[in-house]
């Protein structure tokens, strides 16, 4: 960003637009041609738009968005999708055939990690409870599938269930937690999911 700043990048946009403030967290003040001051809800502003968002600094003008290409230009919504293929030819130029991995896969990847933690976290707390103190503990606060539920975003938690963490639907992850003080997470799903046609393994953490 500094180096496009130096460069006066910025600058060069076309049709950019200039935020002067924010209005909660529904609508962003922007300056009109004149210098006048209109706000507009973030609703308002499609993804296209917002990549036209930039703030004054003691530097200069700076986007808004979060991330940015190599150039210092905001990215494109897609534009994981160009890094991920990269990345895969990358990994088959050094003779990992048959391995690659996609933007969407990291989510699936999360939602297993963070259950099998949440598995554990949870065992520490409530193991000296009662079953009914589990129970509506759970029932107030919500359980483990709640917790990556929340994380990915999704409206039903059935989605988190049945798409995400179906690999646990079978699993009796109730052995984990008989071992939960140091218990090796990573290791485990990779021996637990090794065949199963919805995970994907590292092949060289498996070596």
């Given at each position: 960003m500094r180096r496009a700043q130096m460069a006066g990048r910025y600058e060069r946009v076309p049709e950019r637009q200039i935020?002067?403030?924010?209005?909660?967290?529904?609508?962003?003040?922007?300056?009109?041609?004149?210098?006048?001051?209109?706000?507009?809800?973030?609703?308002?502003?499609?993804?296209?738009?917002?990549?036209?968002?930039?703030?004054?600094?003691?530097?200069?003008l700076e986007p808004l968005a979060l991330w940015l290409n190599e150039d210092g230009l905001p990215r494109d919504g897609h534009g994981w999708h160009h890094s991920f293929e990269t990345a895969n030819k990358r990994i088959d130029a050094l003779g990992l055939k048959d391995f690659s991995c996609t933007p969407h896969m990291l989510r699936h990847s999360l939602a297993l990690k963070w259950y099998s933690v949440a598995k554990l976290v949870q065992a520490r707390q409530l193991g000296h409870l009662s079953q009914e103190e589990t129970r509506d503990f759970r029932e107030q606060f919500g359980d483990h599938w709640h917790l990556v539920q929340t994380m990915l975003g999704h409206r039903q938690v059935e989605t988190t269930k049945n798409v995400y963490l179906e690999p646990f639907r079978n699993l009796e992850v109730e052995l984990l937690l008989r071992h939960a003080d140091g218990f090796p997470v990573e290791r485990f799903m990779a021996d637990a999911f090794a065949a199963h046609p919805r995970v994907r393994t590292d092949p060289l953490a498996v070596r």
């Amino acid at each position: 960003m500094r180096r496009a700043q130096m460069a006066g990048r910025y600058e060069r946009v076309p049709e950019r637009q200039i935020t002067v403030g924010f209005e909660g967290r529904q609508a962003v003040a922007l300056e009109t041609d004149s210098g006048a001051r209109e706000t507009t809800t973030w609703n308002d502003l499609d993804p296209a738009a917002r990549k036209l968002l930039f703030r004054r600094t003691p530097q200069g003008l700076e986007p808004l968005a979060l991330w940015l290409n190599e150039d210092g230009l905001p990215r494109d919504g897609h534009g994981w999708h160009h890094s991920f293929e990269t990345a895969n030819k990358r990994i088959d130029a050094l003779g990992l055939k048959d391995f690659s991995c996609t933007p969407h896969m990291l989510r699936h990847s999360l939602a297993l990690k963070w259950y099998s933690v949440a598995k554990l976290v949870q065992a520490r707390q409530l193991g000296h409870l009662s079953q009914e103190e589990t129970r509506d503990f759970r029932e107030q606060f919500g359980d483990h599938w709640h917790l990556v539920q929340t994380m990915l975003g999704h409206r039903q938690v059935e989605t988190t269930k049945n798409v995400y963490l179906e690999p646990f639907r079978n699993l009796e992850v109730e052995l984990l937690l008989r071992h939960a003080d140091g218990f090796p997470v990573e290791r485990f799903m990779a021996d637990a999911f090794a065949a199963h046609p919805r995970v994907r393994t590292d092949p060289l953490a498996v070596r």
